[in-house]
T-cell receptor, first 118, second 114 residues
Framework: AQKITQTQPGMFVQEKEAVTLDCTYDTSDQSYGLFWYKQPSSGEMIFLIYQGSYDEQNATEGRYSLNFQKARKSANLVISASQLGDSAMYFCAMREGRGGTSYGKLTFGQGTILTVHP | KAGVTQTPRYLIKTRGQQVTLSCSPISGHRSVSWYQQTPGQGLQFLFEYFSETQRNKGNFPGRFSGRQFSNSRSEMNVSTLELGDSALYLC?????????????FGSGTQLSVL
């Protein structure tokens, strides 16, 4: 079974508008972490935002916020005021467990290609 | 502070050869993880090294191996290359000590096997 599901292969948004990228996850662990990364055409994976399973507040980093709904097992990324430079592939990822042997192991979704139109 | 550095950026090899990729983590980071990215399989975890020891391994054949040096730099080796090994290989570094810490990635090495 897919542990991370991103159901939107591609998304389009007008510059300056907000966009939500969907991510659902599956885990039996109580402690886990959720990440969003951006991958431009250059290939580098750029860290955007992190949410821990015990964090009560939704994470925010500048124009990025994570809409964390634990009961629904969803961790959607919201980008406010989209910019042309936001056009890229976006990946949702999960780290399971309390670290331990899982520190560097992330499970990734298939990604969503975001295109920002002027 | 310098980011994660991967060398070389591009590599072309032929089937049956072996290849070594290098990753220098962010200063102070002791954990280095390696990932393979292909259009068909997406991003898959290869292995993680921490303090020169492999502490986590993905589901890849033994042709894929790695090591970490005392300065935390890591190398990944693929022996007897196959066409299917063509991929972007990404490494990520982190402090390695806490569950909530972030992983920072390099720009990757694009490997083409002919």
């Amino acid at each position: 079974a897919q542990k991370i599901t991103q159901t939107q292969p591609g998304m389009f948004v007008q510059e300056k508008e907000a966009v939500t990228l969907d991510c659902t996850y599956d885990t039996s662990d109580q402690s886990y972490g959720l990440f969003w990364y951006k991958q431009p055409s250059s290939g580098e994976m750029i860290f955007l935002i992190y949410q821990g399973s015990y964090d009560e507040q939704n994470a925010t980093e500048g124009r990025y916020s994570l809409n964390f709904q634990k009961a629904r097992k969803s961790a959607n990324l919201v980008i406010s005021a989209s910019q042309l430079g936001d056009s890229a592939m976006y990946f949702c990822a999960m780290r399971e467990g309390r670290g331990g042997t899982s520190y560097g192991k992330l499970t990734f979704g298939q990604g969503t290609i975001l295109t920002v139109h002027p | 502070k310098a980011g994660v550095t991967q060398t070389p950026r591009y590599l072309i090899k032929t089937r049956g050869q072996q290849v070594t990729l290098s990753c220098s983590p962010i200063s102070g980071h002791r954990s280095v993880s390696w990932y393979q990215q292909t259009p068909g399989q997406g991003l898959q975890f290869l292995f993680e090294y921490f303090s020169e020891t492999q502490r986590n391994k993905g589901n890849f054949p033994g042709r894929f191996s790695g090591r970490q040096f005392s300065n935390s730099r890591s190398e990944m080796n693929v022996s007897t290359l196959e066409l299917g090994d063509s991929a972007l290989y990404l490494c990520a570094s982190s402090l390695g000590g806490q569950a909530g810490e972030k992983l920072f990635f390099g720009s990757g090495t694009q490997l083409s096997v002919l």
